[in-house]
């Protein structure tokens, strides 16, 4: 038998036993959930069942690709640089979905490729955004709450800092809420506040924020606004739910104040507003007895 010859047929067994762990190996990523992407270089090279499905290409269509071509460009660096990173993708739908991606140099054929392991966090992450909203989100009115308004207050502060540009906030008290409750109903109370809320969303610009603070009590923070110019806004308001043709009829006491000449804290604005606020209902309870006089 030549050389040549009795190397090969000492390699045999090492050949089969290779197929036989590549089989293996095959036949375990195909069956697994977890979508397997193998690279070779600038390519894939191998991607299972689990992979077509998370991103919506056939396998034809991924081996044509590079793995990057995933990857949004704002999000590649991380999985460059650690053997374990989240990151979100675009499927072949231009859905986003994020994962945690694992990353190995393993012998694939005999050759060393990178291995990457994806776990769907979507939902999870949805999960938690959901919960993060929730967190700042009044639940009757859908308008932001306590919290949300304190942090866009602190927010609109540094910037107003930084850029010297002014904003302002209402502070609104929905009138008459116990009376419409004791004559009406509660159902009808919380649709009256709903109502206003409707009314805020309607004349807030995409930079303001609406939030209702308290039982009757709600606020609008207007960015890159004066005294005078929220003043304007706060009339709209009015105006807008005394011609509300919905039942029962509703009308709202505004307070307005403007950072900074109206204090330099949110507890100094706040009392400014609210101050306003009671002084304009004061006034029209005066201007409500007079006319039952006459």
Known sequence: ???????????APKIKTLRENEASFHFLVETIATPIFI??????????HAAEVLTGYTRKELLSMNFWDLIPPDSRAPVGLASRCEVRILTKNHEQRWLEITVATIDFDGVPVKLFSAFDLTERKQAESQARLLAVTDPLTGLGNYRLLLNVLHAEMERSGRTGRPFAILLLDLDGLKKINDCYGHLAGSRALCRVGEVLRLFCRAIDTAARY??????????????AAAGLVASRIRNRLATDSERPPLSASIGVAAYPQDGETIEALLETADRELYRMKSRGAEESSLSTAI
């Open 214 to 227: 308290g039982g009757d009590e709600f606020a609008v923070v207007l960015p890159e606004t004066d005294a």
């Open 1 to 11: 038998m030549s050389m040549r010859a009795t190397k090969r047929a000492g390699e």
């Open 39 to 48: 690279s070779r270089g600038e390519r894939l090279h191998y991607v299972n």
